[in-house]
């Protein structure tokens, strides 16, 4: 990926580091009823006009049947939370191995979307890497806040590994989310129904921390160019809507950056994106749990350290990795260069070091 220059403002944002051990409990304040009233009314425009935005492009810009899962399944432990499967096409009848499995939970601000706007992704990985790929859904904040969302990934995802009809190889396990989902990922994992199953966690641009309010997030990016953003501007009311007054902010499970090592994935593979109010946090989180430094000066954009690997997207913003939004005949060539450097390199880290001989566990 390309070198970016850095002004002397961000070079001094980078030499301030934060602190992701310490663990003194720090509660969700209950807000103001003017505030919970101005929250509510903010957060359902916000799930309406995305809702409408959906439905507008499943219309007139339909999902080709190409992209679409091979089947989906809903399993008894949440029946009203549909997984959709997507089998590599290489795979014949005769050929029937197990294969290794990729869990990929959407994003949305816990709030908004559902697994069908990541199909163009899941197809497309499905096929990059021959593994299954299971797209899971959550039930959505206000109406259900943490840990909510947590327990129902790691519920349908449980059930997807007890699936035998889909002959997956169960040394070679992933979980991996976007934003949101792949705060998820981070986190569900912890859980008993999950501990020790999961091989590796692979997070796009997710929110590790919340015992930071947006504002002061805002104010410690690692850039400067623009002048607000939406995860700044809707930052409070999407935090009110996921997290209950009284909730220890600094709970593991809420955020992951708080876990022990052995309480996460052997192997974790975090991407940042440089125009991301977020990408702090997980940067900070990464360098942690390899027991590094963070650097003062630098971008440092991808590296490898034991089984941690870390990747910073130049260029782009938070959720650049969005297809479903993105009208045929847009979209940034830029962008989906970066997203191919992205993804062939997390391709690659998978083979040639998670899933090699001896890797595993």
């Not at 030499?15 to 101005?38: F, H, M, V, Y």
């Not at 981070?186 to 929110?207: D, K, N």
């Not at 690997?309 to 782009?316: D, F, P, Q, R």
């Amino acid at each position: 990926m390309a070198e970016t220059h850095l002004d002397e403002q961000a070079e001094a944002l980078l030499s301030k580091t934060l602190n992701p051990r310490d663990l003194t409990p720090l509660p969700a304040e209950l807000a103001t009823l003017g505030c919970r009233i101005r929250y509510f009314f903010l957060v359902w425009t916000v799930k309406i006009t995305i809702a409408v935005q959906l439905a507008y492009l499943r219309l007139f810009y339909p999902t080709s049947d190409e992209i679409r899962p091979t089947l989906i399944k809903s399993y008894a432990c949440r029946p009203q939370l549909p997984v959709r499967i997507f089998m590599p096409k290489s795979r014949s009848q005769e050929n029937q191995s197990p294969l290794p499995l990729y869990i990929s939970i959407h994003g949305g601000a816990f709030a908004t979307c559902d697994a069908s706007i990541d199909d163009s992704f899941c197809q497309s990985w499905c096929e990059r890497t021959g593994m299954i790929v299971a797209s899971l859904n959550y039930r959505k904040a206000p109406m259900h806040r943490f840990p909510v969302p947590v327990l129902d990934v790691a519920a349908v995802a449980r059930a997807v590994l007890d699936d035998a009809t889909l002959n997956i190889d169960k040394t070679r396990i992933v979980m991996a989310g976007f934003s949101a989902g792949g705060k998820l990922a981070l986190t569900s994992c912890q859980l008993p129904e999950l501990q020790g199953r999961i091989t590796a966690a692979i997070s796009y641009f997710p929110i590790v921390d919340w015992s930071a309010p947006p504002h002061h997030k805002w104010a410690q990016r690692l850039y400067t160019e623009k002048a607000t953003e939406s995860l700044n501007t809707a930052g409070p009311a999407l935090d009110w809507a996921y997290v209950p007054s009284g909730q220890d902010r600094k709970a593991k499970l809420l955020s992951p950056c708080y876990a022990e090592r052995e309480e996460l994935p052997k192997w974790v593979c975090l991407i940042g994106a440089q125009h991301d109010m977020l990408c702090r946090e997980s940067r900070d989180m990464i360098y942690s749990l390899a027991d590094e430094p963070v650097p003062e000066k630098g971008w440092d954009q991808g590296w490898e350290k034991g089984t941690y690997k870390w990747l910073l997207a130049m260029g782009v913003r938070h959720g650049f990795t969005d297809e479903f939004r993105k009208k045929r005949g847009q979209g940034s060539a830029k962008r989906r260069e970066v997203c191919e450097e992205v993804y062939a390199s997390v391709h690659e880290w998978l083979e040639t070091k998670v899933f090699a001989t001896g890797s595993r566990g």
